[in-house]
């Protein structure tokens, strides 16, 4: 369930959305009738911003959007099928609305080697997280894009209903992968996604690709089925939004941060900071917003196939 503050952004950055696209109707309304049609637009608006501050300060709760979007009908039925394009909508809000997903932005300012177990009851360890690659052009660290791609990703999504979580919200931080795995377990996330950049020596690869569980991981081997269609999901997506280069999903149960996983979890690599061209597009504003555009969709598809 969104809380209050994501409930209350969500609706003072589309409040301007409505009215603009509602006064467009009335006005188109009043050119095909008599200038008396002008004395109900004050009153039918002033209900639908009543209804809106009602429900965002008694009733915050992400659910009672419905009764909003059927107060905004009542009031103008015609602004469902009129609303032009926008950073909103009610059919995907209201499908998202009560949907939790965590999102894990890779690596941190500074690895930390101490060593964890691989999985609940390993023997085997790991460290508990790596420093990560950087920008061969760039010289941009993994840690900060991955970031910055993540606080993109969390604002794509809220504005389409979700509830976020975030291991974390800056590159100060020592927070080992079981630790990250703990934050979306703990938020029974829909999904956890965990974003990286890849890295090879090979300077002219390039493209995107995800990581999951197999079905005999023995830590959360039943989770491998959705995980799966998580990785393909948002894979998808990303390309078809990108147009990167696809790369094949790869299942492994070497990786912590899935292994410790109890909730649907993916790895997405968005890209080779090794290849100078690729490295150079994740830099840019654009193409960073085009990857959280094509990560949403993906989770969106991958909520509407459950």
Same mark, same amino acid.
């Given at each position: 369930?969104?809380?209050?503050? *994501?409930? $209350?952004?969500?609706?003072?950055?589309?409040?301007?959305?409505?009215?603009?696209?509602?006064?467009?109707?009335?006005?188109?309304h009043?050119?095909?009738?008599?200038?008396?049609?002008?004395?109900?637009?004050?009153?039918? $608006?002033?209900?639908?911003?009543?209804?809106?501050?009602?429900?965002?300060?008694? #009733?915050?709760?992400?659910?009672?959007?419905?009764?909003?979007?059927? !107060?905004?009908?009542?009031?103008?039925?015609?602004?469902?099928? !009129?609303?032009?394009? @926008?950073?909103?909508?009610?059919?995907?809000? !209201?499908?998202?609305?009560?949907?939790?997903? #965590? %999102?894990?932005?890779?690596?941190?300012?500074? &690895?930390?080697?101490?060593?964890?177990?691989? @999985?609940? &009851?390993?023997?085997?360890?790991?460290?508990?997280?790596?420093?990560?690659?950087?920008?061969v052009a760039?010289?941009?660290?993994?840690?900060?894009?991955?970031?910055?791609?993540? =606080?993109?990703?969390?604002?794509?999504?809220?504005?389409?209903?979700?509830?976020?979580?975030?291991?974390?919200?800056?590159?100060?931080?020592?927070?080992?992968n079981?630790?990250?795995?703990?934050?979306?377990?703990?938020?029974?996330?829909?999904?956890?996604?965990?974003?990286?950049?890849?890295?090879?020596?090979?300077?002219?690869?390039?493209?995107?690709? #995800?990581?999951? *569980?197999?079905?005999?991981?023995?830590?959360?081997? !039943?989770?491998?089925?959705?995980?799966?269609? =998580?990785?393909?999901s948002?894979?998808?997506?990303?390309?078809? *939004?990108?147009?990167?280069?696809?790369?094949?999903? *790869?299942?492994?149960?070497?990786?912590?941060?899935?292994?410790?996983?109890?909730?649907?979890?993916?790895?997405?690599?968005?890209?080779?900071?090794?290849?100078?061209?690729?490295?150079?597009?994740?830099?840019?504003?654009?193409y960073?917003?085009?990857?959280?555009i094509?990560?949403?969709?993906? %989770?969106?598809?991958?909520?509407? &196939?459950?």
């Amino acid at each position: 369930m969104a809380d209050e503050a *994501q409930y $209350l952004e969500i609706l003072s950055m589309n409040l301007d959305h409505f009215i603009e696209t509602y006064f467009e109707i009335q006005v188109d309304h009043m050119k095909k009738k008599d200038k008396d049609s002008n004395k109900k637009i004050i009153p039918k $608006l002033s209900t639908i911003i009543l209804v809106v501050l009602f429900l965002a300060f008694i #009733a915050p709760e992400s659910s009672k959007l419905v009764s909003l979007c059927s !107060a905004i009908g009542f009031a103008c039925p015609s602004i469902f099928t !009129a609303m032009k394009p @926008g950073p909103f909508s009610f059919t995907c809000y !209201a499908a998202n609305s009560g949907h939790v997903i #965590a %999102i894990d932005p890779g690596h941190q300012a500074k &690895g930390n080697s101490e060593k964890e177990p691989i @999985g609940p &009851g390993a023997s085997k360890t790991k460290a508990k997280v790596a420093t990560g690659t950087c920008g061969v052009a760039t010289k941009t660290p993994e840690s900060e894009l991955c970031l910055s791609l993540g =606080l993109k990703l969390q604002a794509e999504l809220i504005s389409r209903g979700y509830t976020v979580v975030m291991t974390r919200t800056t590159n100060d931080v020592n927070i080992s992968n079981s630790e990250r795995a703990k934050v979306a377990n703990e938020a029974c996330a829909d999904a956890f996604i965990r974003i990286h950049a890849n890295g090879s020596e090979n300077h002219s690869v390039s493209g995107a690709t #995800a990581l999951c *569980q197999t079905k005999n991981n023995p830590y959360n081997g !039943a989770l491998a089925d959705s995980s799966y269609s =998580l990785s393909k999901s948002v894979l998808d997506c990303l390309v078809d *939004q990108t147009k990167c280069k696809k790369l094949s999903i *790869q299942q492994t149960d070497t990786m912590s941060g899935i292994n410790w996983c109890t909730v649907p979890v993916t790895i997405i690599e968005v890209g080779f900071m090794s290849n100078p061209t690729e490295d150079r597009l994740m830099e840019t504003d654009d193409y960073q917003n085009n990857i959280a555009i094509g990560i949403a969709n993906g %989770i969106d598809a991958y909520i509407m &196939g459950q």
